[in-house]
């Protein structure tokens, strides 16, 4: 055991003393991984290591050299059973330590008056560069070795040093961002502490004003609160009705309605605001129809809180659909036959049992369809005019004419607040109310049919919204080949070719517009899937399987994740990591890390669902055979949770092509993402060139899910656990 | 260290969860090449303590010795133990040569070698050529013998065996018991053994160790048990006893003379002063005779109820003793509920229960 003790911590260690040495400490401008620094690492002063960094004075090293020392001193004098608490100590000192000085010390000296009163002056420094962050891990890792050497965990060095690079990568990338937001709104531009920012938004009445109640114009956030309401009822509803009508009726097409579900997955957000344009806006095609027909103006009614809302009712009600549908499949049959034998009929068993069985899962979609509407930001960028919601003036508190981070801030924490607080409410109501019927057991039966009164008018109306739906969808794909929508209908191939046309002149030209994000979209996407699928499914392992001192908090700070709006992680982001110690704006890692903690928490929940279904003991008899966890986790687990891997793959990859709301406030001219491009595009009117560009993506992950899912279909084992991929992928929430 | 290799020893060994104390304290050692079986309804531990001893859950107090080492802190992966699951927990995606090579693979063994011994082992479990098949491709019992050759295989100190019978259909369990008897003395490997089926337990082990709410009720052979039992709970636990009240007339050295429902009988003392006691009747330790037709003596009682099962019948019969329950081999005339019978009593079912004077 000693001797496995000492070889990992020799391995760190050794790691500790190479990065200080041979890894600049300090953040590289042209990139680390491009190399170039190779060059200059001797004659440039910013290039070197921390060893020599510290030793030409920078005395905020000092004391990271020194822990790093004592590690080494408790490696060769202490045997592993005594050191465990030194080691941990020595890490976390190292970690504190390297937070607080890059912290305090900015790019230009003491970040706080107060310490340059304290201390006199220092010397700025950059952010952490490639050797800061290795040291930073390693000393995270050092506490996890310690307490493994405690016997901490039964002794597992894998799983706790698991947990611990986990809360360092949560806390970095969702808990510092927040905090840092917090902090922006109390902050001039020059860093120093201002409440003023804060009390003037605060009470500004363009974010709380009720006067719409007596004939004026409300607020933002009681705009955009009355707009989740509405959207949260209609897709609630309208999910019902499509669930019931997939579930309890002998309607002939319901296998299609299923198909509904793929949309929001692979819709980006935007596109529905964009199709309604074409099919309802002032020059829309269906307007003129109806203008011409009736010689009514019709106008700009669309632009607004109801065009975003039937937009969001289009985007939302297949997400409900796919929560309800569950529900509803749920409830036991068992429950309503035996309602039925104790001489209630259809209408009565529907109203009295099956109804209120619903409720929680009633209550469930309504929470989303709230979250998602609060979060949307594509729809109402298109659709918004001059009223927009709070996601679109976070966006144009920071990039438009008014450059104000402390409003877009607090706005920011207005939006947290509502979504923050749903959650919470749901999950305050729904506790020990889980109706949840199916169990293990073979339930026998089946679903009685909708009674006929309910039954007709839910099947009108789904069929009427699948209509519409299928219209808007047929707009999107029709849009690309037409001249100039509204004006000249006549079909052209024009705005393909603009977007995607390819050269030749030895060798291919990448001509179109669009190919230069397209493929940084590509790039960045397959980066970060699997990256997402790894820390989404080591997360889940570790929830499911593992027991340690946290555990319910770590699950429920994943969980509440879930509720924060893109928009405000990618305020959050931009505030984080523009300065020192974390830079990482204009870079292609933030836009990973982005991807990588905003889709986790779905490859969690797919992960914990998979991980469900497989026997603990596969993990217990791997154990007792002698393998470690991390050999368990290789041989056993992954292989058996190959769908879940595939599904999380999927995804997060689809995910990272089609979200924009975060995605829009982290792009840069070297990273632009294909949606980001496509919202300029729609800003200059160039609608052919972006529903173009909208369709091939669609089409791209048509294909992307197709091809998974036919590898997913190629599974060895027989097992009664096929369906694990579907559900797992489809659970997921698709959200702007 | 030879002596001490395969001995296992709990000292003071406490597991709680939270507020609920699982076990309060433990203290039990288990001699080397012998099969021990930890016995005990569901809730009483056992379990816990199996897996405290494989590693998978650590004891919050005391400590666990494995061939004399202290492992009380060894995560399991290195202790020298290996355990056959009851769900026999083979690893679906892969065959059942991969399966039982996995261990030894894990061990830094090359894969060639590894192969050939495992081929070994499945040949040790009677399943020589099936190692190209998936689990999912073999009967249940054929699953649980690839489970206990992929324990074996890696030649442990201690197996350990958690309720390995309780997934396979009763006619099949006698058998695989049998099997896995012979093996592990065929080997000299001492065994722990888990089940809460007392049948199972008299038949496989060398020693029981009965469990009651996290602690120790009795230790000793399966022949001590069901004669000796040292607790009421014991001889209601192993073989279905009825718990009657006597009264201890006299003592003589070991032996004392016992009044039971009228008669008078001489049973070895087991530390019992005269006066009032409780004693342990099994089932099959009365002989029922309608009553007037034998020599008179014996309890008397009347019929309450009786079913017939073939090969014997089963009474319930009131009397001096209460209700009691006796099974009677003689099933040529069942007797019908109402008839007044005589029980003549035969020794060797029968146990005075110390401390309960």
């Given at each position: 055991?000693?001797?496995?003790?000492?070889?990992?911590?020799?391995?760190?260690?050794?790691?500790?003393?190479?990065?200080?040495?041979?890894?600049?400490?300090?953040?590289?401008?042209?990139?680390?991984?491009?190399?170039?620094?190779?060059?200059?690492?001797?004659?440039?002063?910013?290039?070197?290591?921390?060893?020599?960094?510290?030793?030409?004075?920078?005395?905020?090293?000092?004391?990271?050299?020194?822990?790093?020392?004592?590690?080494?001193?408790?490696?060769?004098?202490?045997?592993?059973?005594?050191?465990?608490?030194?080691?941990?100590?020595?890490?976390?000192?190292?970690?504190?330590?390297?937070?607080?000085?890059?912290?305090?010390?900015?790019?230009?000296?003491?970040?706080?008056?107060?310490?340059?009163?304290?201390?006199?002056?220092?010397?700025?420094?950059?952010?952490?560069?490639?050797?800061?962050?290795?040291?930073?891990?390693?000393?995270?890792?050092?506490?996890?070795?310690?307490?493994?050497?405690?016997?901490?965990?039964?002794?597992?060095?894998?799983?706790?040093?698991?947990?611990?690079?986990?809360?360092?990568?949560?806390?970095?990338?969702?808990?510092?961002?927040?905090?840092?937001?917090?902090?922006?709104?109390?902050?001039?531009?020059?860093?120093?502490?201002?409440?003023?920012?804060?009390?003037?938004?605060?009470?500004?009445?363009?974010?709380?004003?009720?006067?719409?109640?007596?004939?004026?114009?409300?607020?933002?956030?009681?705009?955009?609160?009355?707009?989740?309401?509405?959207?949260?009822?209609?897709?609630?509803?309208?999910?019902?009705?499509?669930?019931?009508?997939?579930?309890?009726?002998?309607?002939?097409?319901?296998?299609?309605?299923?198909?509904?579900?793929?949309?929001?997955?692979?819709?980006?957000?935007?596109?529905?605001?964009?199709?309604?344009?074409?099919?309802?806006?002032?020059?829309?095609?269906?307007?003129?129809?109806?203008?011409?027909?009736?010689?009514?103006?019709?106008?700009?009614?669309?632009?607004?809180?109801?065009?975003?809302?039937?937009?969001?009712?289009?985007?939302?009600?297949?997400?409900?659909?796919?929560?309800?549908?569950?529900?509803?499949?749920?409830?036991?049959?068992?429950?309503?036959?035996?309602?039925?034998?104790?001489?209630?009929?259809?209408?009565?068993?529907?109203?009295?049992?099956?109804?209120?069985?619903?409720?929680?899962?009633?209550?469930?979609?309504?929470?989303?369809?709230?979250?998602?509407?609060?979060?949307?930001?594509?729809?109402?960028?298109?659709?918004?005019?001059?009223?927009?919601?709070?996601?679109?003036?976070?966006?144009?508190?920071?990039?438009?004419?008014?450059?104000?981070?402390?409003?877009?801030?607090?706005?920011?924490?207005?939006?947290?607040?509502?979504?923050?607080?749903?959650?919470?409410?749901?999950?305050?109501?729904?506790?020990?109310?889980?109706?949840?019927?199916?169990?293990?057991?073979?339930?026998?039966?089946?679903?009685?049919?909708?009674?006929?009164?309910?039954?007709?008018?839910?099947?009108?109306?789904?069929?009427?919204?699948?209509?519409?739906?299928?219209?808007?969808?047929?707009?999107?794909?029709?849009?690309?080949?037409?001249?100039?929508?509204?004006?000249?209908?006549?079909?052209?191939?024009?705005?393909?070719?603009?977007?995607?046309?390819?050269g030749w002149d030895n060798g291919v030209l990448w001509t179109g517009v669009a190919w230069d994000s397209f493929w940084t979209t590509m790039e960045i996407a397959l980066i970060a899937a699997p990256l997402t699928a790894a820390v989404g499914l080591l997360t889940a392992w570790l929830i499911v399987r593992q027991r340690f001192p946290g555990r319910g908090v770590f699950e429920f700070a994943l969980m509440m994740s879930f509720a924060i709006p893109g928009t405000v992680i990618g305020i959050s982001y931009i505030m984080a990591f523009n300065l020192p110690p974390l830079q990482m704006t204009g870079t292609a890692a933030i836009l990973i890390a982005c991807f990588v903690f905003r889709n986790m928490p779905v490859g969690?929940?797919?992960?914990?669902?998979?991980?469900?279904?497989?026997?603990?003991?596969?993990?217990?008899?791997?154990?007792?055979?002698?393998?470690?966890?991390?050999?368990?986790?290789?041989?056993?687990?992954?292989?058996?949770?190959?769908?879940?891997?595939?599904?999380?793959?999927?995804?997060?990859?689809?995910?990272?092509?089609?979200?924009?709301?975060?995605?829009?406030?982290?792009?840069?001219?070297?990273?632009?993402?294909?949606?980001?491009?496509?919202?300029?595009?729609?800003?200059?009117?160039?609608?052919?060139?972006?529903?173009?560009?909208?369709?091939?993506?669609?089409?791209?992950?048509?294909?992307?899910?197709?091809?998974?899912?036919?590898?997913?279909?190629?599974?060895?084992?027989?097992?009664?656990?096929?369906?694990?991929?579907?559900?797992?992928?489809?659970?997921?929430?698709?959200?702007? | 260290?030879?002596?001490?290799?395969?001995?296992?020893?709990?000292?003071?060994?406490?597991?709680?969860?939270?507020?609920?104390?699982?076990?309060?304290?433990?203290?039990?050692?288990?001699?080397?090449?012998?099969?021990?079986?930890?016995?005990?309804?569901?809730?009483?531990?056992?379990?816990?303590?199996?897996?405290?001893?494989?590693?998978?859950?650590?004891?919050?107090?005391?400590?666990?010795?494995?061939?004399?080492?202290?492992?009380?802190?060894?995560?399991?992966?290195?202790?020298?133990?290996?355990?056959?699951?009851?769900?026999?927990?083979?690893?679906?995606?892969?065959?059942?040569?991969?399966?039982?090579?996995?261990?030894?693979?894990?061990?830094?063994?090359?894969?060639?070698?590894?192969?050939?011994?495992?081929?070994?082992?499945?040949?040790?479990?009677?399943?020589?050529?099936?190692?190209?098949?998936?689990?999912?491709?073999?009967?249940?019992?054929?699953?649980?013998?690839?489970?206990?050759?992929?324990?074996?295989?890696?030649?442990?100190?201690?197996?350990?065996?958690?309720?390995?019978?309780?997934?396979?259909?009763?006619?099949?369990?006698?058998?695989?018991?049998?099997?896995?008897?012979?093996?592990?003395?065929?080997?000299?490997?001492?065994?722990?053994?888990?089940?809460?089926?007392?049948?199972?337990?008299?038949?496989?082990?060398?020693?029981?160790?009965?469990?009651?709410?996290?602690?120790?009720?009795?230790?000793?052979?399966?022949?001590?048990?069901?004669?000796?039992?040292?607790?009421?709970?014991?001889?209601?636990?192993i073989g279905e006893a009825n718990v009657v009240d006597g009264r201890v007339l006299s003592v003589q050295g070991d032996v004392a003379q016992v009044e039971l429902g009228g008669v008078t009988l001489s049973l070895p003392s087991r530390g019992q002063s005269p006066g009032p006691t409780q004693i342990s009747l099994r089932s099959n330790a009365l002989k029922v005779t309608v009553a007037g037709k034998g020599d008179g003596t014996g309890i008397k009682g009347t019929i309450a109820s009786s079913a017939y099962l073939g090969d014997h019948v089963e009474y319930e019969i009131d009397g001096p003793l209460e209700r009691i329950f006796v099974v009677d081999d003689e099933s040529d005339t069942p007797l019908p509920s109402g008839t007044a019978v005589a029980l003549e009593v035969r020794p060797r079912g029968v146990a005075l229960i110390p401390g309960t004077a």
């Amino acid at each position: 055991m000693t001797s496995r003790d000492n070889r990992r911590l020799d391995l760190i260690l050794a790691a500790g003393v190479f990065a200080l040495i041979a890894l600049p400490w300090y953040r590289i401008r042209s990139g680390f991984f491009s190399f170039e620094w190779l060059e200059d690492f001797i004659s440039s002063e910013k290039l070197w290591p921390g060893l020599v960094q510290g030793l030409m004075g920078r005395w905020q090293l000092w004391p990271v050299l020194m822990l790093l020392a004592v590690a080494v001193l408790l490696r060769f004098t202490q045997a592993p059973g005594k050191r465990g608490g030194a080691l941990i100590a020595v890490g976390a000192a190292g970690l504190a330590w390297m937070l607080a000085e890059g912290l305090a010390i900015g790019l230009r000296g003491w970040n706080w008056g107060l310490l340059e009163a304290t201390f006199g002056d220092v010397a700025g420094q950059q952010a952490f560069g490639a050797g800061a962050v290795v040291l930073g891990t390693l000393f995270a890792l050092m506490i996890a070795f310690g307490a493994a050497e405690r016997g901490a965990l039964k002794g597992d060095a894998f799983v706790l040093g698991a947990i611990t690079l986990l809360v360092l990568l949560v806390a970095t990338f969702v808990f510092y961002p927040l905090v840092s937001m917090f902090a922006g709104a109390f902050q001039e531009f020059d860093g120093s502490f201002t409440s003023e920012g804060v009390r003037r938004n605060i009470v500004d009445p363009k974010i709380w004003s009720l006067a719409c109640f007596w004939g004026g114009n409300c607020g933002v956030a009681w705009r955009t609160f009355f707009l989740a309401i509405c959207t949260a009822t209609g897709t609630t509803l309208l999910g019902l009705v499509f669930a019931l009508v997939a579930t309890r009726t002998g309607f002939r097409f319901k296998k299609s309605l299923r198909l509904l579900t793929v949309l929001p997955i692979i819709t980006p957000p935007f596109v529905v605001g964009l199709a309604l344009t074409m099919l309802l806006g002032r020059s829309g095609s269906l307007t003129q129809v109806i203008e011409s027909a009736t010689g009514w103006e019709l106008g700009r009614w669309l632009y607004g809180l109801t065009g975003i809302w039937i937009a969001q009712m289009l985007s939302f009600t297949p997400i409900s659909f796919l929560v309800l549908i569950g529900v509803v499949d749920g409830i036991s049959p068992s429950m309503e036959e035996a309602s039925q034998t104790l001489r209630s009929d259809r209408w009565r068993t529907f109203r009295k049992v099956s109804l209120p069985l619903m409720a929680p899962g009633l209550a469930n979609a309504f929470l989303i369809g709230f979250i998602e509407s609060m979060a949307d930001f594509g729809n109402p960028l298109v659709l918004g005019g001059s009223g927009g919601v709070l996601s679109t003036e976070i966006f144009f508190a920071v990039v438009g004419a008014q450059n104000d981070p402390s409003r877009a801030a607090v706005l920011a924490m207005v939006l947290l607040f509502f979504t923050l607080s749903a959650f919470l409410a749901q999950r305050l109501w729904l506790s020990g109310r889980n109706y949840a019927t199916v169990t293990g057991k073979g339930d026998g039966g089946r679903h009685i049919s909708l009674p006929r009164r309910v039954g007709w008018p839910v099947i009108t109306v789904a069929v009427a919204w699948a209509a519409f739906t299928i219209t808007v969808y047929a707009m999107i794909l029709f849009g690309g080949f037409v001249k100039i929508w509204g004006l000249d209908h006549s079909l052209t191939l024009d705005h393909y070719a603009k977007a995607f046309g390819v050269g030749w002149d030895n060798g291919v030209l990448w001509t179109g517009v669009a190919w230069d994000s397209f493929w940084t979209t590509m790039e960045i996407a397959l980066i970060a899937a699997p990256l997402t699928a790894a820390v989404g499914l080591l997360t889940a392992w570790l929830i499911v399987r593992q027991r340690f001192p946290g555990r319910g908090v770590f699950e429920f700070a994943l969980m509440m994740s879930f509720a924060i709006p893109g928009t405000v992680i990618g305020i959050s982001y931009i505030m984080a990591f523009n300065l020192p110690p974390l830079q990482m704006t204009g870079t292609a890692a933030i836009l990973i890390a982005c991807f990588v903690f905003r889709n986790m928490p779905v490859g969690v929940r797919g992960g914990v669902a998979a991980m469900a279904q497989l026997d603990g003991s596969l993990d217990e008899a791997s154990l007792t055979l002698g393998a470690s966890s991390g050999r368990t986790m290789r041989k056993v687990i992954l292989p058996l949770m190959r769908p879940a891997i595939l599904a999380a793959l999927v995804y997060s990859f689809v995910r990272a092509i089609t979200s924009i709301s975060a995605v829009i406030f982290l792009v840069s001219a070297k990273y632009n993402m294909a949606t980001a491009y496509i919202v300029g595009l729609v800003e200059n009117g160039e609608y052919g060139i972006a529903i173009a560009y909208s369709s091939v993506l669609i089409l791209v992950m048509i294909t992307v899910i197709g091809g998974f899912q036919l590898l997913v279909g190629e599974r060895r084992i027989r097992r009664g656990e096929e369906k694990a991929a579907n559900s797992s992928f489809s659970a997921k929430e698709a959200r702007a | 260290m030879t002596q001490t290799k395969g001995a296992v020893a709990f000292r003071n060994v406490r597991k709680t969860f939270g507020s609920f104390t699982a076990i309060p304290d433990l203290t039990l050692d288990i001699e080397p090449g012998k099969l021990v079986t930890l016995l005990g309804p569901s809730g009483c531990g056992k379990t816990t303590t199996l897996r405290m001893l494989a590693g998978l859950e650590s004891p919050t107090d005391g400590q666990i010795l494995i061939g004399g080492d202290d492992v009380t802190r060894l995560p399991a992966d290195r202790r020298d133990v290996s355990m056959v699951f009851q769900s026999y927990a083979l690893f679906p995606h892969m065959r059942v040569g991969q399966n039982v090579a996995y261990g030894l693979e894990a061990g830094g063994m090359k894969s060639a070698e590894a192969r050939k011994r495992a081929e070994e082992a499945l040949e040790l479990v009677g399943l020589s050529g099936l190692a190209g098949r998936l689990p999912a491709e073999l009967s249940g019992g054929q699953q649980q013998r690839v489970a206990v050759a992929r324990a074996l295989v890696l030649e442990p100190q201690v197996l350990l065996l958690d309720e390995p019978l309780s997934n396979l259909d009763a006619r099949l369990r006698r058998k695989v018991r049998t099997d896995i008897r012979e093996l592990q003395q065929r080997i000299g490997l001492t065994a722990v053994y888990v089940t809460h089926d007392q049948e199972e337990a008299l038949a496989v082990s060398d020693t029981i160790v009965v469990m009651k709410e996290g602690k120790v009720a009795q230790i000793g052979t399966p022949r001590e048990l069901y004669e000796s039992p040292a607790s009421d709970f014991i001889a209601d636990f192993i073989g279905e006893a009825n718990v009657v009240d006597g009264r201890v007339l006299s003592v003589q050295g070991d032996v004392a003379q016992v009044e039971l429902g009228g008669v008078t009988l001489s049973l070895p003392s087991r530390g019992q002063s005269p006066g009032p006691t409780q004693i342990s009747l099994r089932s099959n330790a009365l002989k029922v005779t309608v009553a007037g037709k034998g020599d008179g003596t014996g309890i008397k009682g009347t019929i309450a109820s009786s079913a017939y099962l073939g090969d014997h019948v089963e009474y319930e019969i009131d009397g001096p003793l209460e209700r009691i329950f006796v099974v009677d081999d003689e099933s040529d005339t069942p007797l019908p509920s109402g008839t007044a019978v005589a029980l003549e009593v035969r020794p060797r079912g029968v146990a005075l229960i110390p401390g309960t004077a």
